[in-house]
């Protein structure tokens, strides 16, 4: 078989996988590792995440490893885990002006 066409069984394979990686930005074997996996998509952590613009390059130069759209996952731990404080600040909590608003909202969608 010819090392540079992939056969189908690897690509399905692949597809079933979504792969977690230690780097900030394109690496040689990161690159290497997408193209011959050709994932269903990268699950990103804190060590991934630094900037809105370096995580963004970061996931950019990830699809332009495979054929296939990439699903992006963020690891939340099962809680109140914010991944992208540091690259977009601190959540705010909405206006208070909006609080009634809201509460309305969330009680005429209980009903």
């Known amino acids: 078989m010819n090392p540079g066409v992939k056969s189908s069984s690897t690509q399905n394979i692949g597809q079933l996988l979504i792969v977690g990686f230690d780097a900030t930005e394109m690496t040689p074997r990161l690159s290497s590792l997408l193209t011959r996996l050709e994932p269903a998509g990268v699950i990103l952590f804190a060590r991934n995440i630094k900037t809105l613009e370096q995580t963004s390059r970061l996931l950019r130069d990830c ?17 109140h885990v914010d991944r992208f404080r540091d690259a977009l600040g601190p ?17 005429s969608m209980a009903k």
């Open 63 to 79: 699809q332009k490893c495979v054929t296939t759209t990439l699903f992006t996952c963020i690891d939340l731990e099962g809680g």
């Open 91 to 107: 959540r705010r909590p909405p206006p208070k002006s909006s609080l009634p608003a809201i509460a309305n909202s969330s009680a």
